[in-house]
C-alpha cells in the first residue's frame, strides 16, 4: 500500500479501519482495512505499512507519515483484533 492509495481510500469513503501489530516480527506494521460489503464482517485487508524493527531499524518514515494522516483525519490506530482489542 502507498500514502496515496491511503489518502484515496479516506477521500472515497471506502476506508474502514487501521490497526497496528506489534509482534516483532516480518508482519509488524500498519494494516489498512476497506469497507466490503461481501466480506464476512463487512471488511477487508487493502494493504499494510511494513515496520519491522531489522528491515527499518529506525522505523518505517513512510508507517509514520500514515499513522500521522489517520490521526489528523481523527480516525486513530487500534491495537487490537477490531473492536475486540
Known amino acids: 500500500m502507498t500514502l496515496e ?3 484515496q ?7 474502514h479501519h487501521a490497526t497496528y501489530r506489534n ?25 499494510s505499512f511494513n515496520n519491522y524493527y531489522r528491515a527499518y531499524p529506525n522505523g518505517n518514515p ?3 507519515e500514515a499513522e500521522q494522516l489517520l ?6 490506530v487500534s491495537v487490537g483484533s477490531f473492536g475486540n482489542g
Open 62 to 64: 513512510e508507517c509514520f
Open 71 to 76: 490521526r489528523e483525519m481523527n480516525r486513530g
Open 9 to 15: 481510500h479516506l477521500k472515497d469513503g471506502t476506508f
Open 5 to 7: 492509495e491511503l489518502r
Open 23 to 47: 509482534v516483532g516480527k516480518v508482519w509488524e506494521g500498519l494494516y489498512v482495512y476497506v469497507r466490503d460489503a461481501q466480506a464476512l464482517r463487512g471488511f477487508t485487508l487493502a494493504g
